[in-house]
């Protein structure tokens, strides 16, 4: 069974960084795309970053501050995040593509206050 | 960026009646990158439709997708009391992800 789970949210400081987990079962993150999104309270649906394969692409919103990594021998994806500000409170899921079929995660709440 | 523009905003109607949800794109895009969500409070997003027509896994069939090009519409066709919800269309490409604004299908 396809599943993905996130972990790693909770409060923290502006200006503070925090790595999210995504850990992977029922398939292989090395070669399946896999996508972090995120939703703030009460807003819609926002794109932080793709990746496939090699390569990664950020929203313009979060570049140069949130970077993805993988652990290929763990099934684990990262989102480590930096220089958080107060817009960046949201709860981040993460995502994977088998072919093209979208399996999310249950979400980690992430809060940025003082 | 491709944007997605969902209509209407908001969907008032009773249960047992069919639903048309519209997303419009600015650019063309691929039906196998166009995807459907369901959210309903306080629950994360549940994937509906894949390849702008494929139902997910164990999504029951009064849900459809359909469209090509710029327009997709997603369908109910007899909403059940646990159909009302907010939807989110999605284009997922190779270097970028964006999702429409939403509709929210209440009960009129």
């Known amino acids: 069974e396809v599943q993905v789970v996130e972990s790693g949210g909770g409060l923290i400081q502006p200006g503070g960084s925090l790595r999210l987990s995504c850990a992977a079962s029922?398939?292989?993150?090395?070669?399946?795309?896999m996508t972090w999104a995120r939703q703030a309270p009460g807003r819609g649906l926002e794109w932080v970053s793709v990746t496939y394969g090699a390569n990664t692409y950020y929203a313009d919103s979060v570049k140069g501050r949130f970077t993805v990594s993988r652990d290929n021998s763990k099934n684990m994806l990262y989102l480590q995040m930096n220089g958080l500000r107060a817009e960046d409170t949201a709860v981040y899921y993460c995502a994977s593509y088998i072919v093209t079929h979208p399996y999310w995660g249950q979400g980690t709440l992430v809060t940025v206050s003082s | 960026e491709i944007v997605l523009t969902q209509t209407p905003g908001t969907l008032s109607l009773s249960p047992g009646e069919r639903a048309t949800l519209s997303c419009r794109a600015s650019q063309s895009i691929s039906t196998t990158y166009l995807a459907w969500y369901q959210q309903r409070p306080g629950q994360a997003p549940r994937p509906l439709i894949y390849d702008a027509s494929r139902r997910a896994t164990g999504i029951p069939d009064r849900f459809s997708g359909s469209g090509s090009g710029t327009d997709f519409t997603l369908t109910i066709s007899r909403l059940e009391p646990e159909d009302f919800a907010v939807y989110y269309c999605q284009q997922y490409g190779i270097s970028s992800v964006t999702f429409g604004g939403g509709t929210r299908v209440e009960i009129k």
């Open positions: 029922g398939f292989t993150v090395e070669t399946h795309c």
